[in-house]
């Protein structure tokens, strides 16, 4: 029997005069099916030198690196072998300090700017003892957003970022082509906002390529100049700017902006930089410029102390719930920035938790796209402060279950759609009962909330068995405008009845309970057998008893409250006619 394991028996057993064609072609795939010996040599080179970052029992490391205050022991040959730096880095021998002979150096004082966490290092090291690019860690690499694919989330965009950045660095060539290629799928997919911390990176590792796509992306956005100019190094803001002076057609109008107005708004904001609201209401009094016309509240919660957050809202000059130039609320930045005390601070002077963004995200949906499992699940001992981001989760959740129209508090941009129609739903069967019941007064709260113009509610298309005007699609209509249309039918109608809530609290308090329990079955007054339908209809009939009266006891209320006010009125007039006399 020839052995198989020798090249030269496997050469004579396939040259034999008596073999086919096919029995010496299939011997000779089987000779060069055989693993190649380097490439098996190599591979449990790679799996032995692993050992020595996974096996704790056995530390032969001669030197420390400490990451986020933990150390991370290192083989000096190794990194020396694999990477420039350490190697020149090793040769200066300039350990901070010395423990049992091991020179110990800190990540913090290696790095130039930016930060490298522990997972992103350990990753990196695994790369330079393995030849191997491990899988990205999920504690760190996604977010706690239960329908987010984590393919653009911050936390994804943030570990790849550092990866980059130690590459780069560390001048492992093959690692910063890979991960700024990995980067640039992120650009177009990611929000603006998440684009700003790769572009950082890009510019100071000079991947040019990826600057340009980043700076392109932010051109065409429309993120302001101030919070491009205070998020991004001078040199590329300045450049930023400049691709946005060009015109994109010979149609385009180039916006012109008031270098006065202008002017004013930046002291405000230099104010608010050094914590000096007296200083902001000087330049208010010396300019017809606004609170809102600064995006000062904006400015304050996305950059400042909390406590001048407080005092900015203290003022009672700025509308809580203004929208910027990207859509994005006060409450949104806060959520963005992650502040426990500024998002307090906002939802007691009536932040609306409800509003979304103009893509469909809420500010705890914000929240969550920015929060790594690792921190959100991190236990906090007795006397520790409490994790941030878990915090401003756990408030803006309270703040969203504490408003009975909240809905589901986990909905984000990808379940929107769905949201929309049952908060829609909602909201359009409610004014319609309120339109049978007392038509006079909803139509008054309806005009004031300019809701009264726009289609047929709900309820009565469900009586007439069609529901079409918030399932209809329009091929002509881009989904971006359908959400919008739908979002501005939602603050309308949320309008509305805000003010029946605040005029007729008594029949708002029927009508809720209505909403809650008795909806579903009267909502199909001809379904069922007659025997149901039959008492479907007494209890609409007693509904309709219960609200009104309730919109009686609410009428007579304002009549006696009104009574008094001129009584008093009369009183003091003629108070006022017997003084003069």
């Known amino acids: 029997m020839a052995n198989f394991s020798e090249p030269s028996s496997s050469l004579s057993f396939t040259s034999c005069s008596h073999q086919s064609n096919g029995s010496i072609n299939q011997n000779m795939s089987s000779f060069d099916a055989r693993p190649n010996l380097e490439v098996v040599s190599l591979s449990k080179l790679s799996s032995n030198l692993e050992q020595l970052l996974l096996d704790s029992s056995c530390d032969y490391s001669d030197a420390e690196i400490v990451v986020e205050g933990s150390p991370v022991g290192v083989h000096r040959c190794i990194l020396a072998a694999r990477s420039k730096f350490?190697?020149?880095?090793?040769?200066?021998?300039?350990?901070?300090?010395?423990?049992?002979?091991?020179?110990?150096?800190?990540?913090?004082?290696?790095?130039?700017?930016?930060?490298?966490g522990h997972e992103a290092f350990l990753i990196f090291l695994s790369y330079l003892y393995t030849g191997k690019l491990k899988p990205s860690p999920m504690e760190v690499s996604t977010c706690v957003d239960n329908v987010c694919a984590h393919d653009a989330c911050r936390p994804?965009?943030?570990?790849?970022?550092?990866?980059?950045?130690?590459?780069?660095?560390?001048?492992?060539?093959?690692?910063?082509?890979?991960f700024q290629r990995r980067l640039l799928n992120f650009v177009d997919k990611a929000h603006v906002e998440d684009v700003i911390p790769i572009l950082v990176v890009a510019f100071h590792c000079q991947a040019n390529q990826l600057v340009a796509q980043c700076?392109?992306?932010?051109?065409?956005?429309?993120?302001?100049?101030?919070?491009i100019e205070k998020e991004l190094p001078y040199e590329v803001s300045e450049n930023i700017k400049l691709l946005r002076k060009k015109p994109v057609s010979d149609d385009v109008e180039m916006e012109v902006v008031d270098p006065l107005r202008e002017k004013r708004i930046r002291r405000i904001h230099k104010a608010l930089d050094s914590d000096d609201v007296e200083l902001v209401k000087l330049l208010l009094t010396e300019s017809d410029v606004t609170l809102d016309d600064a995006n000062a509240l904006h400015y304050a919660a996305a950059y400042c102390d909390p406590k001048v957050v407080s005092e900015v809202l203290g003022l009672g000059l700025a509308d809580v719930n203004q929208r910027n130039s990207q859509g994005y609320t006060v409450l949104h930045i806060a959520a963005m920035r992650r502040q426990p005390s500024v998002i307090v601070s906002l939802l007691?002077?009536?932040?609306?938790?409800?509003?979304?963004?103009?893509?469909?995200?809420?500010?705890?949906?914000?929240?969550?796209?920015?929060?790594?499992?690792?921190?959100?699940?991190?236990?906090?001992?007795?006397?520790?402060?409490?994790?941030?981001?878990?915090?401003?989760i756990d408030v803006l959740e309270r703040e969203m279950r504490?408003?009975?129209?909240?809905?589901?508090?986990?909905?984000?941009?990808?379940?929107?759609?769905?949201?929309?129609?049952?908060?829609?739903l909602y909201l359009e069967n409610r004014v319609a009962f309120a339109r049978l019941f007392f038509p006079t007064e909803a139509k008054v709260a309806m005009e004031i909330a300019n809701a009264e113009t726009t289609r047929e509610f709900a309820v009565v298309s469900v009586s007439k068995g069609s529901n079409k005007n918030l399932t209809e699609v329009d091929l002509n209509e881009t989904p971006a405008n359908r959400n919008k249309r739908l979002h501005t039918r939602l603050e309308e109608l949320m309008k509305t009845v805000e003010m029946?809530?605040?005029?007729?609290?008594?029949?708002?308090?029927?009508?809720?309970?209505?909403?809650?329990?008795?909806?579903?079955?009267?909502?199909?007054?001809?379904?069922?057998?007659?025997?149901?339908?039959?008492?479907?209809?007494?209890?609409?009939?007693?509904?309709?008893?219960?609200?009104?009266?309730?919109?009686?006891?609410?009428?007579?209320?304002?009549?006696?409250?009104?009574?008094?006010?001129?009584?008093?009125?009369?009183?003091?007039?003629?108070?006022?006619?017997?003084?003069?006399?």
């Open 500 to 581: 029946g809530r605040r005029f007729f609290p008594k029949c708002s308090e029927v009508l809720d309970k209505f909403m809650e329990d008795d909806l579903p079955d009267l909502f199909y007054l001809e379904k069922g057998t007659p025997e149901e339908q039959r008492v479907k209809r007494m209890r609409f009939m007693e509904l309709k008893e219960d609200v009104q009266k309730a919109f009686s006891k609410d009428k007579a209320e304002h009549s006696r409250l009104s009574a008094s006010s001129s009584s008093s009125s009369l009183r003091d007039g003629s108070s006022k006619k017997l003084r003069k006399s």
């Open 402 to 424: 504490r408003n009975p129209m909240a809905g589901d508090s986990s909905i984000t941009s990808h379940t929107i759609s769905d949201d929309l129609h049952m908060k829609l």
């Open 86 to 116: 350490f190697q020149e880095l090793f040769k200066q021998e300039k350990g901070s300090s010395v423990k049992e002979g091991k020179p110990k150096y800190c990540m913090t004082d290696l790095l130039p700017y930016g930060k490298v």
């Open 215 to 227: 700076m392109d992306r932010i051109a065409r956005s429309s993120v302001d100049n101030i919070s």
């Open 156 to 178: 994804a965009i943030s570990f790849a970022v550092e990866l980059l950045y130690a590459s780069s660095i560390f001048q492992v060539s093959e690692l910063v082509s890979l």
């Open 348 to 392: 007691n002077k009536g932040a609306c938790a409800l509003d979304i963004t103009l893509d469909g995200r809420s500010a705890v949906s914000i929240c969550r796209r920015l929060t790594r499992p690792k921190d959100y699940h991190a236990k906090t001992e007795q006397g520790q402060e409490a994790n941030k981001n878990r915090l401003c």
